[in-house]
Nanobody, 127 residues
């Protein structure tokens, strides 16, 4: 049974940092590509970042590039998202997800290419 559990969200001020974690089980983590998406109130789900399983390529949305860093610890079966210089517009529920089919930046940005999703963790950035 595939399980993904996000943690690390919270309420912070603009300019602060947070690190999200996603603990996974039920599949061979090291070989799978992983991603982070977010959904802000009243908006559609949005791609944030992705990391492939084999060559560890990393992809970012333009809105977070340079501020967020995606990483993985295969020994701990855990995915991370380090978020620096947070802005109020980063406020959203953040979801981790796993994919067996992404292979480029274009495919990593499409939610339908991901197979399983976590329940999400709330990040709120005050101005």
């Amino acid at each position: 049974q595939v399980q993904l559990g996000e943690s690390g969200g919270g309420l912070v001020q603009a300019g602060d940092s947070l690190r999200l974690s996603c603990a996974v089980s039920g599949f061979t983590f090291s070989s799978k590509s992983m991603g982070w998406f977010r959904r802000a109130p009243g908006k559609e789900r949005e791609f944030v970042a992705a990391i492939t399983g084999v060559d560890i390529s990393k992809y970012y949305s333009d809105s977070v590039k340079g501020r967020f860093t995606i990483s993985r610890d295969n020994a701990k079966n855990t995915l991370y998202l380090q978020m620096n210089s947070l802005k109020p517009e980063d406020t959203a529920v953040y979801y981790c997800t796993v994919s067996t089919s992404i292979h480029s930046k274009a495919t990593s940005q499409q939610a339908h290419n991901y197979d399983y999703w976590g329940q999400g963790t709330q990040v709120t950035v005050s101005s």
